[in-house]
């Protein structure tokens, strides 16, 4: 588990980028915690800085969008989603559990 | 409609031919390429293409940039015609004709055939590159991971501003060469235009403006040419920079319209694209720096529409990726309704990747409007970048961003809104 920040430290509408291999994006979405890998599927960008809107972020730099939920794009010009990350919270702490196939990786090497 | 033929195989192709799908075409669909690739995205191959590993193989090169997959090809069931060439449309018949002679009879077209870099005149010369599309990215890297360079980058828009940038990062000594007093002064005025040139000294290239080329140099062979390459004098008829310059003499360096000159072993010419129209000479379409369209993507006949880079619509010729990817859906809606039946203005964007920043501009940007900075700071580019926008009489007409994407893409989602509240008003 990768310690985040605390949820009061992550608002509504906001996000934060783990600096893991791959980085990943972790989202407050009207109250909801969501994690995903971070670089766009489609080219170099960050989603972290995307537009949240519900639970669709759109990429800020060819406004591919994805369902945060699964990681699937809703729309062009990204075709393959992104990889999904568990959230957890305890004691107000936001951690993230990587996704089982890149956990090897990613954890062991997360900054 | 029964059979559409789309001239291009690149981002605006593409586009159109899922939009004819997404759109109900269900008849015979063609796409014509002049290159052997699956469309691909360009914008990375001034960027990682350059930088990437090089002993990545072709496959994975081409996979990585690719536009579209195995299973979207089945889905769209179209015919693609790769690696050939059209060389003319009869509009009477509407036939497009391709140079091998084959002809591919079609109740609409789809003119996507792009631009060409544009070169300099004069014999060629080993070194010598420009950088459009995967071949001369190849050609390139090939070229700049063979040791340390010196290079010289003519232009410095944003094609010679990010192959300068990779060009830096892979150790290569760089020099951006611009005619004009400033590079981008025109697309981002003289304020914001000046951050940009910035960028070139703080990223460790230099930068020369206004210095005209006169001519580039040459002589010996080229290193690394093959064993028994010839002299090469007065070798004509083979293509600048490209693959089977071995015989070529190699570029040594570049000389200025001021009588100094420069020692260069690689020079990048990124002076700007030429629509390729050619083609559609004798057709009755007509062209100027572009097919010319109406708003809504057609032309003079309404079974002729035009997307992309080669497409001059509504006055504008937008070499921008976004209109590529925009343009094709009204463009389709129009080709289908047989009449423009809907008006393709997309509010202009572009990105650029330089020297480890992030560039974004949006919106129309007029001379004389001002410049304000929301946040940040030119300055102190390094914490934070900047986001600024352009006002006309109170009103926002563009916004500039270094490294502040978030911002930027709500000013972005703005402008967009506002220009869509202002099109209605005039319907």
């Known amino acids: 588990m990768i310690p985040v920040c605390r949820l009061a430290d992550l608002p509504a509408g906001e996000s934060v980028r783990l600096d893991t291999t791959p980085p990943v994006a972790v989202f407050n979405a009207d109250g909801e915690l969501f994690a995903v890998d971070d670089t766009c599927s489609h080219q170099d960008a960050s989603l972290s800085e995307g537009w949240l809107e519900g639970c669709l972020v759109e990429c800020p730099l060819h406004a591919a969008s994805f369902d945060l939920r699964t990681g699937r794009p809703t729309c062009l010009p990204a075709r393959k989603p992104v990889r999904t990350h568990e959230v957890h919270v305890a004691d107000g702490m936001i951690h993230v559990r990587l996704a089982a196939d890149v956990a090897a990786t990613g954890e062991g090497s997360a900054a | 409609m029964r059979a559409v033929t789309v001239v291009g195989a690149s981002l605006a192709g593409l586009y159109a031919a899922r939009e004819l799908r997404a759109q109900g075409f269900a008849g015979r669909l063609t796409v014509v390429g002049a290159e052997p690739h699956q469309p691909y995205d360009r914008p990375p191959l001034s960027k990682d293409f350059l930088t990437g590993a090089g002993d990545e193989d072709r496959a994975a090169q081409v996979d990585r940039i690719a536009l579209t997959d195995p299973e979207e090809l089945a889905e769209l069931r179209a015919e693609w015609i790769l690696g050939a060439r ?247 809606r129009n080709l289908l309704a047989g009449r423009t039946v809907e008006a393709a203005r997309p509010l202009p964007y572009f990105w650029s990747d330089q020297y480890g920043s992030r560039i974004q501009f949006a919106g129309r940007r007029e001379d004389g409007d001002t410049v304000r900075i929301l946040e940040g700071s030119p300055e102190v580019l390094d914490e934070g970048g900047f986001l600024a926008v352009y006002e006309r009489e109170g009103r926002t007409t563009a916004a500039f961003a270094v490294g502040r994407a978030r911002p930027f893409m709500k000013v972005r989602r703005e402008l967009a809104a506002q220009e869509s509240r202002a099109k209605e008003t005039v319907v």
């Open chain 2, 86 to 332: 059209a060389r003319a449309l009869d509009v009477r018949d509407r036939t497009v004709v391709l140079d091998d002679g084959r002809t591919l009879a079609s109740d609409g077209v789809v003119v996507a055939t792009g631009a060409s870099a544009r070169r300099l005149p004069g014999p060629p010369l080993a070194g010598v590159h420009t950088l459009r599309d995967l071949d001369d990215a190849r050609a390139l890297r090939a070229e700049l991971t063979r040791g340390p360079r010196r290079v010289v980058v003519i232009g410095g828009g944003f094609i010679g501003a990010e192959t300068a940038s990779s060009c830096v990062a892979l150790g290569h000594d760089v020099t951006v060469v611009e005619a004009a007093p400033l590079p981008l002064a025109a697309q981002l005025g003289t304020e914001l235009a000046l951050v940009c040139a910035g960028l070139h000294e703080r990223g460790g290239a230099r930068l020369l403006t206004g210095v005209g080329v006169a001519r580039l140099r040459g002589g010996g062979v080229a290193a690394g040419a093959g064993a028994g390459a010839g002299a090469g004098a007065g070798a004509g008829g083979a293509d600048w920079g490209r693959a089977g310059a071995e015989a070529l003499p190699a570029v040594r360096s570049v000389e200025f319209a001021d009588g100094r000159s420069l020692a260069a072993d690689v020079v990048v010419v990124g002076i700007g694209a030429t629509p390729n129209t050619g083609w559609l000479a004798g057709s009755s379409l007509a062209v100027a720096d572009g097919v010319l369209c109406d708003d809504g993507c057609a032309t003079a006949l309404p079974q002729v529409v035009a997307v992309g880079d080669v497409a001059r619509v509504g006055g504008v010729r937008a070499e921008h990726w976004t209109s590529a990817t925009e343009q094709p859906r009204v463009a389709v």
